[in-house]
């Protein structure tokens, strides 16, 4: 499965990795690209073991808003 999130707060590199790593240390994503400049969140996931719910939480727990 794959989705695109839109999230708000990401100002710099750091923001980028922080929400890299939350979204790919989750079990069952594959993997994610997070785009900076756009705010997009592109990632790769098994809906078996992880649904977008908890990936937005995942998120929002680093103190970024999803939108969406």
């Known amino acids: ?9 990401m100002t ?3 923001c ?3 929400v890299k790593d939350t979204v790919e ?8 690209e997070v785009h900076l ?3 997009k969140v592109n990632v790769v996931y098994d809906e078996a073991y992880v649904g ?5 939480e995942s998120i929002h727990a680093q103190g ?5």
């Open 16 to 18: 980028q990795k922080t």
């Open 1 to 9: 499965m794959e989705m695109t999130l839109e999230v708000n707060g």
């Open 37 to 39: 400049d756009s705010g």
């Open 25 to 32: 240390n989750l079990e069952g994503v594959h993997g994610a």
């Open 52 to 56: 977008k719910n908890l990936i937005k």
């Open 12 to 14: 710099c590199e750091h």
């Open 64 to 68: 970024y808003e999803v939108v969406g």
